[in-house]
């Protein structure tokens, strides 16, 4: 197992992986670092996340967990930077529950990469986050992705291409 401990500007991240994939974010620190090029690579793309500069990873994911939670996961990825989704759409776009997808956000154990802070409560209400911070945390990447976003991404269900128009309704 890979594993590097960054500095961010929410506090120390530990990143996992498994050698060809990113495994999970964290909020502490390794004792001692075993880093792989992806984890390598993860770094490089969060810093720039975290600068403005970069509005969409690219990188190889592997969360663990059950199939319903892996289709809220890659949902949660088309959400485009600058922009929101309700439980209650997502639920609806999965054929689900809105308590059910929070749980699925909850899980994430990806988060800021897979973007959980962009799903909120109905009415644009935060919601909860899992993360260290809780919603003082939410707050900020929303805060930041909106102050870096272009004026096409910044209202929820704005952006390019077809992640817009699947969450155009959200």
Known sequence: MARLSI???????MLTGDGSALTSVGW??????????VLIETARQLEAYFAGRLHRFDLPLKPAGTPFRQSVWDAMLAI????????????????SAPRAVGGA??????????PC??????????????GHGG??????LLALE???????????GQGNGA???????L
């Open 80 to 95: 485009p930077y600058g922009g929101t989704a309700t439980y209650g759409g997502m639920a609806k776009l999965l054929s």
């Open 163 to 169: 992640a817009a128009e699947q969450f155009a309704l």
């Open 135 to 140: 919603l003082d945390t939410k707050a900020w």
């Open 146 to 156: 909106r102050r870096h976003a272009g004026p096409a991404n910044s209202s929820r």
């Open 28 to 37: 502490g620190r390794f004792d001692h670092d075993e880093p792989d090029a």
């Open 117 to 130: 802070h962009r799903v909120l409560a109905s009415g644009g209400a935060p919601g909860g986050y899992s």
């Open 7 to 13: 500095d961010s500007p929410l506090g120390p991240l």
């Open 105 to 114: 956000c909850g899980a994430n154990p990806i988060p800021i990469i897979i």
